[in-house]
């Protein structure tokens, strides 16, 4: 029996997936009136096969080992799913700001040699 034409090659997408894109697409509304703001230029991520533990913390020392413990101030866990997503729009979000006003160089020895350099 011959295929039918008007029938798609790929498997049709079930009503649920289905729903799920459109609920992407869909603006969440945020309430962050009562979000904690604080800065942290420590991370460390860690994990199990279930969720993702991303630990924020302030190293006062910031160039070579610390002398004191860095403390961790906040703590997000969260599922593998979201962090995959997290990733995208981190990815996206530095893209942009590199596009805007140039690469980031991650490795704090070639900034300290570049700047004394120029």
Same mark, same amino acid.
């Given at each position: ?5 008007? #029938?798609?090659?790929?498997? $049709?997408? %079930? %009503?649920?997936?289905?729903?799920? $894109? ?6 969440? +509304?945020?309430?962050? #009136? ?6 942290? @230029? ?7 096969? $279930? ?7 302030? @190293? ?7 002398? $004191?413990?860095v403390q961790v #101030?906040?703590?997000?866990?969260? @599922? ?17 700001? +590199? ?5 980031? +160089? ?13």
């Amino acid at each position: 029996m011959p295929d039918d034409p008007k #029938k798609p090659d790929t498997p $049709e997408t %079930p %009503p649920s997936a289905a729903s799920g $894109e459109t609920q992407q697409r869909q603006r969440v +509304e945020i309430d962050d #009136k009562e979000a904690i703001c604080q800065y942290a @230029n420590f991370c460390r991520v860690t994990g199990t096969p $279930e969720e993702l533990i991303l630990d924020f913390g302030l @190293n006062s020392q910031p160039y070579g080992v610390p002398t $004191e413990p860095v403390q961790v #101030k906040q703590r997000i866990v969260t @599922n593998y799913y979201t962090a995959k997503r997290m990733l995208q729009a981190l990815h996206l979000s530095v893209q942009r700001h +590199e596009q805007a006003f140039g690469v980031l +160089e991650t490795d704090v020895q070639k900034r300290v040699i570049s700047k004394q350099q120029g």
